[in-house]
């Protein structure tokens, strides 16, 4: 796998200091709420996002689940076309 460092983000250290963390910590958890709004937005998918802040699927599950955040996000247009193809899957039965 070939990685990419994309340029320095600045942070003010004051900002720093209001989160009460490291400086690594907070690198750590600001890729990891990238990866997570990444997926909110589905810009990446759950294995990518887990890959991107070097986890696996089953760990960035665990994480998306004890900050709330559902793993299946359908729109109300998305679960009515699943439960059309559910029907028609039964009736074919």
Known sequence: MQTVTLPWLEVD??????LKN?????????????AIVLYQKRQLSLGKSA????MDRLSFIDVLRS??????????????????????ILIIK
Do not use: P
């Not at 250290?13 to 209001?18: A, R």
């Not at 709330?68 to 247009?77: C, E, L, P």
């Open 67 to 88: 900050e709330g955040i559902a793993i299946f996000d359908y729109s109300d247009r998305e679960m009515s076309k699943l439960w059309v193809i559910l029907a028609i």
């Open 51 to 54: 890959q991107f802040v070097g």
């Open 22 to 34: 490291s400086t690594d910590e907070s690198a750590y958890k600001m890729k990891l709420y990238t």
């Open 13 to 18: 250290s004051s900002i720093l200091l209001s």
